[in-house]
């Protein structure tokens, strides 16, 4: 088996944004999650809406889309998407208990928009985090990951079923 080249390092190690100029354009979709594990009295108060800092799960949301806009000023060799669609679920889970977060980016051009899917997720789990870890300081982020995506000279990706 052929070694696997990274594509952000130059001949000599050195980190580069990979030149994607002579890539064809095509549309392109990613989707991530993570959940928040919780007690479940922190949960009961975000369901509530009872959060001292107001909707946690709006915020959440919310910081999420923002952040999936501002991947590349976040993680230094990605590139600016002109993003077409982030779309950020949150969902209570009284089994974990906990949120569950689900991103979805979509975008048409010459490089995929994983990572900005998974910084959605992050930053969604993040902020649920923010917003209530003054009544549970124990709160755990989770199971981060990139569920699927499509598009590019790669085609098609989803994560084998219990990953």
Do not use: F
Request: hydrophobic share 45%.
């Amino acid at each position: 088996m052929a070694p696997v080249r990274l594509t952000h390092l130059g001949e000599t190690g050195e980190a580069n944004m990979v030149d994607v100029s002579g890539k064809p354009t095509s549309a392109r979709t990613a989707v991530a999650r993570g959940r928040v594990v919780m007690e479940a009295s922190t949960l009961d108060l975000i369901c509530a809406g009872d959060a001292k800092k107001g909707d946690v799960l709006g915020t959440a949301r919310l910081a999420g889309i923002m952040a999936a806009k501002r991947t590349h000023e976040l993680i230094p060799l990605c590139h600016p998407l002109m993003l077409s669609k982030v779309s950020v679920e949150i969902e209570p889970d009284a089994a974990l208990p906990g949120v569950r977060v689900r991103a979805t980016a979509k975008v048409t051009g010459q490089t995929g928009v994983e990572m900005e899917a998974l910084t959605a997720v992050a930053v969604a789990c993040l902020t649920v985090y923010d917003m209530v870890k003054a009544v549970d300081r124990g709160m755990r982020i989770e199971g981060i990951s990139l569920l699927e995506k499509s598009g590019g000279a790669s085609g098609e990706w989803t994560a084998e079923a219990g990953s």
